[in-house]
């Protein structure tokens, strides 16, 4: 659960640099007339691999992608709902639920990463404002939970493991080259990320998706609070991916009920 421990609750407490994404020493100038890869001089490289020395691309074939991402915070404890109703006013459950989207085209294939260039924003919120979060005396919760785009531009970094029938690692980051996860300031970074942990995420190959539930309980300035996240992924072989889904039943085999566990 790395990206609730550390992307999403250690912010809120507080590229893949893989080569330039084509080869220009090889002397390699082919134009897809044989090989199948796109020239150097250009890039981004497809699946196909011509031996120009270039390093084959894992999933070189997926064009575009689609993300979807919903964080859900629940008051956990006496503590935390007297915080609701005397600091936010809020009367009865205290919840509320972030939804962000975005995705893009493929600009780099290199080995197990593809890089896509698209979108990553704030879809629509049902959440509060906090009051007393520095450097504001009132800023929207996301703003001090992760990041997202106030342009709405962005890039995707995704990384697959296991020979591709996993993805490891998706980074949504405000400049190209900055894809390396940062672990301790993301949102100054212009990052949100997660990272494949304990969890395996399947990338299913039919549909070529893949989704991801996980919940844990954390602190959050001495207050306890249940925090789910959710994400789906959608790629396609064309130039438009379709809408990306969330994952319908929460896998449990992935709950982390450490509180406070931002490690």
Known sequence: ???????????????????????TTDGDTDTDAAGGEAKDSSGPWDSADDGGGEVKAVHGDLQSMAVVQEVTFTANG????T????????????????TYRG???????????NRYEGTWAREGTDCWELPQVPPDPAVAWDAAV?????????????????GGTTLGQWVAHGDAGNAALSTTDPIANKQYWWMEDAEVVAYEAATR???????????IDALQWKVRVRIGWSFS?????????????????TLDTGVGDTG
Do not use: N
Not at 1 to 23: E, Y
Not at 83 to 98: E, I, K, M, R, S
Not at 104 to 113: D, E, H, I, W
């Open 146 to 162: 992760q990041w997202s785009a106030a342009d709405g531009k962005a890039f995707h970094s995704v990384t697959w493991t296991t």
């Open 1 to 23: 659960m790395g990206s609730i421990r550390t992307a999403v609750l250690c912010a809120a407490l507080a590229g893949c640099a893989q080569g330039a994404g084509k080869d």
């Open 78 to 81: 006496s503590s935390t709902e």
């Open 83 to 98: 915080f609701c109703a005397t600091t936010l006013g809020v009367v009865g459950p205290c919840t509320c639920t972030y």
């Open 209 to 219: 998706t893949a989704a991801v539930d996980e919940e844990a309980v954390v602190l």
């Open 237 to 253: 072989t064309t130039g438009t991916a379709p809408p990306a889904t969330l994952p319908e039943a929460l896998d449990t085999d």
């Open 103 to 113: 995705g893009g085209t493929l600009v780099q294939a290199a080995g197990s990463t």
